[in-house]
């Protein structure tokens, strides 16, 4: 992984933290209700207007910056060879072990003869004999 592909992954993470941080601060709907009836927001830290514009503005230039480092990790995902990038192989491909075909049918190994007797078939069981 070169510095590139380095440095939009950590923007990448943090951007997306940051997002997740913005949209839990932000109010909802239903909060609005409260500040018409005297809970006010004119204590608040971004005056009497609230923090509306200001977060969901933020939120909004965050989700941008988010979705531009995804199209560029894609980009550069799929700008790598065969021996670069953060996955070589797939999963599938890294347990396939290369197996050796034999030259010739003589080389193949034989099983060793097995020494001791085929078990005998119990007396009486014969295909008709099974139950339905």
Request: proline residues 8%; contains cysteine.
């Amino acid at each position: 992984m070169n510095m590139v592909e380095s440095a939009v992954l950590v923007l990448h993470v943090l951007t997306a933290l940051a997002v997740c941080g913005f949209v839990l601060l932000q109010h909802g709907k239903g909060a609005d209700m409260g500040a018409a009836f005297g809970s006010g927001s004119s204590g608040s830290l971004f005056g009497a207007a609230g923090s509306a514009n200001f977060l969901s503005r933020t939120t909004a230039i965050l989700a941008t910056v988010f979705f531009v480092t995804s199209v560029a990790l894609t980009y550069l995902g799929s700008q790598h060879g065969v021996s670069q990038g953060v996955m070589d192989k797939g999963v599938m491909e890294k347990g396939v072990m290369e197996r050796v075909v034999p030259a010739k049918p003589s080389d193949v190994p034989q099983p060793a003869p097995s020494t001791t007797p085929a078990a005998p078939a119990p007396s009486g069981t014969a295909p008709a004999d099974v139950p339905k």
